[in-house]
């Protein structure tokens, strides 16, 4: 069997589902349950699927790694912004794993048109996801900042980051889109 390389498709961020779930009125409650549980699984289940399958690689650790970001609402102290570096990290991780795959999809989607509109509702999840991550602050321009953390993201990603810049890339999450004042508090 050939193996393939899946890009990120056929996935559901569990956030999306108010918006997917209408789309599934026609199907049978049983089979909706099916694909939702199998859509929303980043573990085995979906290694298993990919295996029946032939695919070699799906670049999924991002989003999964996205739909992980720790609530706003939950930042109250060190452990908090420890929670905010830790996930950063993994993050990053997942991100300089599969930033040259990234880049060949995205830079096949500017050369097409046809691939270029079937992307850009998947680019967009990603502001929309930081979007409503950055909502309960309560203050800015959410969609506007929220690009700025995508953007703040991407780059970061790029390539391997030492600890320090890490902790940077905090601080400016913490500090400059959160508000936070993580002085005297822990990092880990």
């Not at 060190?78 to 993050?91: G, I, K, P």
Request: hydrophobic residues 45%; charged residues 25%.
């Amino acid at each position: 069997m050939v193996r393939k390389i899946a890009l990120e498709e056929h996935f559901l961020d569990p956030a999306t589902e108010p918006y997917w779930r209408p789309t599934m009125v026609d199907v049978a409650p049983q089979k909706t349950a099916q694909l939702y549980s199998c859509l929303t699984d980043f573990g085995e289940q979906r290694l298993q699927m990919m295996e029946k399958f032939g695919i070699a690689r799906a670049v999924l650790a991002i989003g999964a790694s996205v739909v992980d970001m720790p609530r706003i609402s939950a930042f109250d102290g060190a452990q908090d912004t420890a929670q905010l570096r830790r996930w950063l990290r993994r993050y990053h991780s997942a991100h300089v794993n599969e930033a040259a795959m990234l880049r060949v999809w995205l830079d096949a989607a500017r050369q097409d048109p046809a691939l270029r509109a079937e992307t850009a509702p998947l680019l967009d999840w990603g502001r929309r996801r930081m979007s409503a991550y950055l909502e309960p602050r309560g203050f800015g321009d959410v969609d506007s900042e929220a690009l700025v953390l995508v953007a703040l993201l991407g780059v970061f990603g790029s390539r391997r980051r030492p600890a320090p810049e890490i902790d940077a890339a905090a601080h400016i999450i913490e500090r400059g889109l959160l508000a936070l004042d993580p002085v005297g508090m822990e990092h880990q």
